[in-house]
């Protein structure tokens, strides 16, 4: 199975700040790789996928980067609707998987 | 609009059944792949399933934590995906979230799209 690592495991920023969350594949998954974010009570909403490419209605501040088994996403202005957790998720190989999460808080 | 809607989540003892649905609306149902994810209470993710569509032949895959045990299977007359599951144990208990896989082929990987609400399982003597 290829194991998904996030860090940090939770983050506390201000409103502004530039936040980057790191995601480390086990073994190569080329740029099949998805990043969610989940609030309180609902379901995981797609953020960016193939890496670096924003789903549709997604604002342009959140941005993807990386291949292989380093990959980044960067929220570029934290915003108080921006708390939740955050998931990098594998789909180049089964089982899928999920990395272990990252919790944004405002400060 | 395109939805996703699960049902059929309740209190069910170990070693009990449960049938899982998740009703498709706003899209070609058929032309699509569909997978079933699970989030245990204060957990992460976890993928457990995903159908392919009738041009792979309905074929299934699972997660080792359920196969087995649960079992995939549609209907795309009727727009559903079901998820049987047997032998429940009290590690099954979990929000189990519905997905549509975007760009998934018998050539290409895609990713989920859209997904549901959820539907919860409890497994509880």
């Known amino acids: 199975d290829i194991q998904m690592t996030q860090s940090p495991s939770s983050l506390s920023a201000s409103v502004g700040d530039r936040v980057t969350i790191t995601c480390r594949a086990s073994q190569g998954v080329s740029s099949h790789l998805a990043w969610f974010q989940q609030q309180p009570g609902k379901a995981p909403k797609p953020l960016i996928y193939a890496a670096s490419s924003l789903q549709s209605g997604v604002p342009s501040k959140f941005s993807g980067s990386g291949s292989g088994t380093y990959f980044t996403l960067t929220i570029s202005s934290l915003q108080p609707e921006d708390f939740g957790t955050y998931y990098c998720q594998q789909y180049t190989g089964y089982p899928l998987t999920f990395g272990g999460g990252t919790k944004v808080e405002i400060k | 609009e395109v939805q996703l809607v699960e049902s059929g989540g309740g209190l069910v003892q170990p070693g009990g059944s449960l049938r899982l649905s998740c009703a498709a609306s706003?899209?070609?149902?058929?032309?699509?792949?569909m997978d079933w994810v699970r989030q245990a209470p204060g957990k992460g993710l976890e993928w457990i399933s995903r159908?392919?569509?009738?041009?792979?032949?309905?074929?299934?895959e699972y997660a080792a934590s359920v196969k087995g045990r649960f079992t995939l299977s549609r209907d795309d007359s009727e727009n559903s995906l079901y998820l049987q599951m047997n032998s429940l144990k009290t590690e099954d208990t979990a929000v189990y979230y519905c997905?549509?896989?975007?760009?998934?082929?018998?050539?290409?990987?895609?990713?989920?799209?859209?997904w549901g609400k959820g539907t919860t399982v409890t497994v509880s003597s």
């Open positions: 706003g899209f070609t149902f058929s032309d699509y792949y």
């Open positions: 159908s392919r569509n009738k041009a792979n032949s309905y074929t299934t």
């Open positions: 997905a549509r896989c975007l760009y998934c082929s018998s050539s290409t990987w895609g990713y989920m799209d859209v």
